[in-house]
């Protein structure tokens, strides 16, 4: 079987994890949400790669709330830092997950994992997001100038969701494009999808690998 976080710890108000060095506590934040016209979720990182494969499983189109989950760094009991764990694609909130499993894209299968294995995708510029296909395909065909007008402004938001950034791509449909930071930067990150006891699709999560493996505060 391959990697999967321990999410059910990670997606929890005031969970607190911590190593040698520091405390990290956890916040949830309502962010804008996420119009999905054609219901086929992306995970990218989307100033690079806006033309990635949506995962395999869809949702019902229409508007979702998303959530970003963000670690408020403490050293000595004061904030040093904060950065975005997870950022969550709400589906279904009126019933709890009770499994998860890895968000696959193509032909991706997790029987060739490794037990520490996961598929995920790429960050070359800081940034993740879950958005709609139809959002993105917009995104492909913008100049660099007018990406880095939108999503790389003078300031870029650093409280209290580093790097929250939403932008309608399509005026026709409302599809948009929430950017967060990707925790500590680039990377390779795995997105989750969450099932409720009935097998219905609850969320998606990336998790951005910020907080330690040790969830208990010292």
């Known amino acids: 079987m391959p990697y999967t976080p321990d999410l059910d710890r990670l997606l929890a108000p005031g969970a607190r994890f911590a190593d040698e060095h520091r405390t990290y506590v956890i916040e949830a934040h309502d962010v804008d949400d996420i119009v999905l016209p054609t219901g086929q979720v992306v995970g990218c990182d989307p100033l690079v790669c806006p033309e990635s494969d949506?995962?395999?499983?869809?949702?019902?189109?229409?508007?979702?709330?998303?959530r970003a989950w963000v670690a408020v760094v403490l050293a000595d009991g004061a904030e040093v830092d904060r950065r975005v764990a997870a950022l969550e694609l709400v589906v279904v909130d009126d019933e709890p997950t009770v499994s998860w499993e890895l968000a696959l894209v193509g032909d991706q299968d997790p029987a060739r994992l490794g037990a520490d294995d996961y598929y995920g995708y790429g960050v070359d510029a800081g940034t993740g997001t879950l958005a709609d296909v139809a959002a993105l395909r917009v995104l492909e065909d913008w100049t660099y100038e007018r990406v880095e007008e939108v999503f790389i402004p003078a300031t870029i938001p650093a409280e209290p969701v580093p790097g929250l950034?939403?932008?309608?791509?399509?005026?026709?449909?409302?599809?948009n494009v929430v950017t967060v930071s990707s925790g500590w930067g680039d990377g390779c990150y795995g997105t989750w999808i969450g099932r409720a006891a009935d097998g219905r699709v609850t969320s998606f999560v990336t998790d951005f690998m910020v907080v330690p493996d040790d969830p208990t505060p010292r």
């Open 54 to 66: 949506p995962f395999t499983v869809t949702v019902p189109p229409g508007r979702h709330r998303a």
């Open 165 to 175: 950034i939403t932008a309608v791509l399509d005026e026709t449909t409302g599809a």
